[in-house]
C-alpha cells in the first residue's frame, strides 16, 4: 500500500508515475491538441484515450486486478487528476474514472463489475454518470426519472442533464426511481428510445450533455432501491478526485503568472518588483499549498475509506473550487490585456474553474453540507 502523509510527500514510485503522466501529457495534451479538442463535439481523441488505457493504464489505476485493473491507491489516482487539471486533459477521464467506476465499484453488484469494468480498465469503454436533471441538483431529491419493469428487464423513462461526457459514453450509469426507491441503472449507447444531445457550456475543454430517455431498456445495477447511499459515497470519492484536478489546474495557472510577471517589464522593471503583483503571486502560493494540504488530507480519507470522507470531500471540493477560481482570475489579472485574448491560455483556467467550481455542486452547497454533517 502506498504511503502517504498529509505533508504532501510521495514515495519515489509515486514521483515515478507523476513524471510518465506529465511527460505523456506534455506531448499529447499541448495546448494546440486542447484548442484543437474542445473545438469538436466528441470532445477527446480515442486513439489518445486508448492509448491512456494500454499504454499506461491510466484508467485502470486504482480498479481491483481482479476487474482487469492495476490495483494501486487513491494517492496514486490522485496524482492523475492532479496532472490532468495541470494539462486541461480533454478526455472523458473524470467522467469515466471517477463517476462511473467509483459507482460500479461501490455498487455490491459483482456480476455488473466483473461485466463492465475490464473494458474501462483497458481504455476500451467511455463511461459516465447520469443523476442531475433540469434543476442540476446533486441531492437524492433531485431526481425524477423513474424505471418500472419490462417482460425483458427493465425501462427507464426521464430527462438528464449536464452529464459530462454524455454524448460519446459508451456506458450510461442513469439514477432513475422504483416503487422501491432511488436505483441505479446500466444504459447502453445505442439503446432504442435514448436521444443525446451535446450542450454548449462555457468550459469547451469537458463536454456535457442532455440526455432525453423513453422507456430506453436497461440493466439494473446493484439492489432496487439501494442506489442513494452508493451514490451518495461514489459522489464524495468523485468529489476528492475533482479537487485534485482542480489543485493542479491552479498550480499551473500560479505558474503561468509567475513566469509572466519575471519576463514582462514595465517602466524599466519586471512587474514581479512592483508590490501589487508581487502580492498577488504569493497570495496565489498561499491558496495553491493550502488546497494541496486539503486535497492530501481528502485523499487519505479516500485511501482509507473513512467515514469522515464526506466531510473531508466537501471541504476539499469546497476550498478548491474557490482556489481555482480566484488563482485563474488573477492569473488574468497578472497578464493584464493579454489574459483574456483568446490567444492566451490563461482563459482557458479561467473557464474550467469556473465550470469545475459547480459541476458536482457549488462551493456553497459543499460547506452546507459541511455544517450539516458538523451538527453546526
Known amino acids: 500500500m502506498a504511503h502517504h502523509t498529509l505533508t504532501g510527500t510521495y514515495t519515489e514510485e509515486q514521483d515515478e508515475l507523476r513524471k510518465v503522466v506529465r511527460s505523456f501529457l506534455s506531448k499529447h495534451s499541448t495546448e494546440a491538441d486542447v484548442r484543437d479538442l474542445m473545438a469538436t463535439t466528441r470532445g477527446y481523441d480515442p486513439a489518445q484515450w486508448r492509448r491512456m488505457g494500454a499504454e499506461l493504464g491510466l484508467q485502470g489505476l486504482a480498479v481491483p486486478e481482479e476487474y482487469g485493473g492495476a490495483g494501486y491507491g487513491y494517492v496514486e489516482l490522485g496524482i492523475v487528476f492532479e496532472e490532468t487539471g495541470r494539462a486541461l486533459l ?35 469503454t467511455v463511461a459516465t454518470l447520469a443523476f442531475t436533471e433540469d434543476g442540476g441538483s446533486w441531492d ?25 461526457d454524455g454524448h460519446t459514453a459508451d456506458l450510461l450509469l442513469v439514477a432513475a426511481r422504483t416503487d422501491a426507491g432511488l436505483s ?29 430517455l423513453d422507456a430506453v431498456p436497461a440493466r439494473l445495477i446493484g439492489a432496487e432501491g439501494a442506489a442513494w447511499p452508493v451514490i451518495e459515497r461514489s459522489l464524495a470519492a468523485a468529489a476528492v478526485l475533482l479537487a485534485a484536478e482542480q489543485l493542479g489546474g491552479a498550480s499551473r495557472a500560479m505558474e503561468l503568472a509567475v513566469e509572466y510577471a519575471k519576463i514582462r517589464v514595465q517602466y524599466g522593471r519586471a512587474i514581479g518588483s512592483f508590490q501589487g503583483i508581487k502580492h498577488l503571486c504569493a497570495d496565489m502560493l498561499v491558496e495553491v499549498e493550502s488546497a494541496r494540504s486539503a486535497v492530501c488530507d481528502a485523499l487519505w480519507a479516500l485511501e482509507a475509506d473513512a467515514p469522515d470522507l464526506p466531510v473531508a470531500a466537501a471541504l476539499a471540493l469546497a476550498y478548491c473550487s474557490d482556489t481555482y477560481t480566484r488563482v485563474a482570475g488573477d492569473c488574468v489579472q497578472v497578464h493584464g490585456g493579454i489574459g483574456f485574448t483568446w490567444e492566451h ?29 458538523l451538527g453546526l
Open 90 to 124: 480533454c478526455a472523458p477521464y473524470l467522467a469515466t474514472v471517477a463517476l462511473a467506476a467509483e459507482a460500479l465499484l461501490r455498487s455490491g453488484d459483482e456480476a455488473a463489475r466483473k461485466d463492465l469494468l475490464p473494458g474501462i480498465a483497458a481504455g476500451e
Open 140 to 164: 437524492e431529491r433531485g431526481v425524477a426519472a423513474h424505471a418500472r419493469r419490462t417482460a425483458t428487464g427493465w425501462a427507464v423513462t426521464g430527462a438528464k442533464n449536464y452529464v459530462p
Open 184 to 212: 441505479l441503472f446500466a444504459v447502453e449507447a445505442g439503446a432504442p428510445g435514448l436521444v443525446r444531445t451535446p450542450l454548449e457550456t462555457l468550459d469547451q475543454t469537458r463536454k456535457q450533455a442532455r440526455l432525453d
Open 345 to 373: 491560455p490563461a482563459h482557458l483556467y479561467l473557464k474550467r474553474a469556473k465550470s469545475s467550481e459547480v459541476l458536482l455542486g457549488t462551493a456553497a452547497s459543499h460547506r452546507e453540507r459541511l455544517a450539516v454533517r
